[in-house]
């Protein structure tokens, strides 16, 4: 790599050489063992000569930052003693806003653990890696890459074709591709709507409790955030504040507690949204994969007006380290989301885009979808089982038919005995997420755990280790 040196506006030039090499050194800018550039090359590099790189290189070997081996070239010293590496760690005169002091690093939350139970984590072992690597590899080819320029920020047009066909099938939406923004997952979609619609100081809603990362994304965006109460028809749209301009909801599978949003409740929420001219974005993060139930339709179905954007996710259905995800939106947003979306990152990875666009045009993703969708089933079926069998005097499994978790609420336990329990159980391995996480006051106690990570063949021992916790607690 070319090491930067400046010497405009400089006399002594070796002299300058010197320093500025020193100084890559002693910051670790240039590492120990590494080469120095040829002495020739730095020369015409910088327009010198090269008996003046040469001097400057003399004197860093002389002092000990580099050694000379001859006919190979010139490397930084290994072992420099400690006075030759001054850090100097710049002083922290700078500081963030306040709002970013509560944001948690997330990498922690997900260190490997024995019986994994935290809920939103699909399966990465049956991943269907060899299709994918093929897939992917083929998008490094000249023409599908693209010309070098810079793509479309709605999104590769294959994939936003094969995205409106895939909610069309799948959740009975109309969508034409033109509707539809590739987006970073829900969260960058999320962004993005509410940049498009939301001055700072505006009211939104959510449910509470409800997804952290989306409320935390809502008050770093300088919004008034509100929780929304839930019942077991879902979001409560009575108990929506006033002057609230957009409603953030998850009317498949409510996160985290997991009951589908009530016919009734739909029809209330979008006459909500006529009556106060607010919007309202439909998270359908996991709907895929449902066990039973009769479907509902999705609000962007029902809307008439043009008042709900749909949002959909990958993260679930594949892999979430992808990073990729979807919004379908009314024509009037059509432009500005588009134009948001540049602003932020100009678009999405495009071999990523155009290797999901192939992975569903050739069936793969409905293939694994089918797949993962069985197995999940018979986990969701083996933990509900041995809640209402084996916990029924701690816990009322929480009914619902989608997803990747399930909510179970505490007869008894009270919000603190059931973090303590949490914690216990994490000590012996076991990880799964009291629902005090999820709320902005803590008030129904209970538990969350998700299925897709753990191995069938570990649930029920799992699950023992966890009523042990319980009945430990008293
Ligand atoms: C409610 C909810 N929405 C969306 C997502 C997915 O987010 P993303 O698409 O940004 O990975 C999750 C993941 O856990 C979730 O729980």
Redesign the pocket.
């Known amino acids: 790599m070319d090491v930067h040196i400046s010497l405009i506006g400089r006399h002594d030039l070796a002299g300058e050489i010197y320093r500025q090499l020193r100084a890559a050194i002693i910051d670790d800018r240039i590492r120990e063992g590494d080469a120095l550039p040829a002495t020739r090359e730095l020369a015409t590099r910088l327009s010198v000569s090269r008996t003046t790189v040469m001097v400057a290189y003399d004197r860093l070997v002389g002092e000990g930052f580099a050694s000379a081996r001859v006919g190979s070239g010139t490397f930084v010293s290994r072992n420099l003693r400690p006075g030759q590496r001054p850090r100097h760690a710049p002083r922290a005169v700078l500081r963030a806003r306040r709002i970013w002091e509560n944001v948690p690093d997330p990498t922690g939350m997900w260190a490997a653990v024995e019986y994994d139970f935290r809920?939103?984590?699909p399966d990465a072992r049956l991943f269907p890696y060899e299709a994918w690597r093929r897939l992917m590899s083929r998008q490094f080819r000249r023409p599908e890459v693209g010309s070098g320029a810079y793509g479309d920020p709605a999104g590769h047009a294959g994939l936003r074709e094969a995205i409106a066909q895939h909610v069309g099938v799948s959740r009975g939406i109309r969508a034409e591709p033109g509707d539809v923004v590739v987006t970073?997952?829900?969260?960058?979609?999320v962004d993005l709507i509410a940049r498009v619609l939301l001055a700072p100081g505006s009211r939104v809603a959510m449910e509470d409790p409800?997804?952290g990362?989306?409320r935390r994304l809502f008050i770093s965006l300088g919004l008034v955030v509100a929780g929304v109460p839930l019942d077991d028809e879902g979001l409560i749209v009575d108990a929506i504040p006033p002057q609230t301009s957009l409603v953030y909801v998850?009317p498949s599978h409510q996160?985290?507690l997991g009951m589908s949003m009530s016919l009734r409740r739909r029809m209330a929420l979008l006459a909500w949204a006529n009556r106060t001219g607010g919007a309202i974005i439909e998270?359908d993060?996991?709907s895929e994969f449902r066990y039973g139930g009769r479907p509902l339709e999705p609000l962007h179905q029902l809307d008439i007006d043009g008042r709900v954007v749909y949002?959909g996710?990958?993260?679930?259905t594949m892999l979430?380290t992808l990073?990729?995800?979807f919004l379908v939106a009314p024509p009037s947003l059509h432009a500005p989301l588009v134009a948001a979306k540049f602003l932020a990152d100009w678009h999405s990875p495009l071999a990523v885009q155009a290797a999901m666009a192939r992975f569903i045009a050739d069936g793969l993703f409905a293939r694994h979808v089918r797949r993962m969708r069985t197995i999940y089933e018979g986990r969701h079926a083996q933990i509900t089982d041995i809640l209402t069998r084996t916990f029924a005097d701690h816990l009322r499994v929480v009914p619902s038919f989608v997803g990747l978790h399930l909510a179970a609420l505490a007869r008894e336990a009270t919000v603190d005995r059931v973090d303590e329990i949490v914690r216990r159980s994490s000590t012996m391995g076991v990880a799964c997420l009291p629902l005090s996480t999820f709320a902005s006051v803590p008030s129904r106690s209970g538990l969350i755990l998700g299925y897709g990570a753990i191995n069938d063949l570990q649930i029920a021992d799992g699950l023992a280790l966890l009523r042990d916790c319980f009945d430990a607690a008293g």
Do not use: E, H
């Open positions: 809920p939103g984590i970073n997952g829900t969260q960058q979609a409800g997804y990362p989306i998850s996160f985290p998270d993060y996991d949002v996710s990958f993260s679930k979430p990073r990729l995800g």
